[in-house]
């Protein structure tokens, strides 16, 4: 009797940990997927994922082949093309607070926002990074 109860505990304790380890690892693949900009600290990619993650955005990076007073164009890592919309409220940030002006040409960003009907994208904040 004493050894089935011994066997429970154990099994108890395998399962628990086996579980951990399996919510440990689920993390660590969702935050692996995160597209994170490049050479931040980890204080920056934590203001960065908050940032984000208030925002419920979905992300887009690639080369900035033109821009006006109001909207971008991206050039994806596919080949293909991205209208970026931005307004006074859309957040541009790198390493410090950044400005419209910080986008240039040939630059790479990220951009996090939401889809538009018509296939462009409305942008909620817009990543610049030094090597990005």
Do not use: C, H
Request: proline share 5%.
């Amino acid at each position: 009797m004493k050894k089935i109860i011994l066997f429970i505990i154990v099994l108890i304790i395998v399962g628990a940990g086996a579980f951990w380890g399996g919510m440990k690892y689920q993390q660590n693949k969702i935050l692996s997927q995160r597209p994170f900009p490049p050479n931040l600290s980890p204080e920056q990619r934590q203001q960065f994922s908050q940032r984000v993650g208030r925002m419920g955005t979905n992300f887009l990076s690639g080369e900035v082949i033109s821009k006006d007073e109001k909207s971008l164009t991206l050039n994806l890592p596919d080949g293909s093309t991205k209208i970026i919309f931005f307004s006074d409220s859309t957040q541009i940030s790198k390493a410090t607070e950044g400005s419209i002006e910080d986008i240039e040409i040939g630059k790479q960003i990220m951009v996090g926002g939401e889809p538009n009907s018509d296939g462009s994208y409305t942008a909620k904040i817009i990543q610049l990074s030094p090597r990005f």
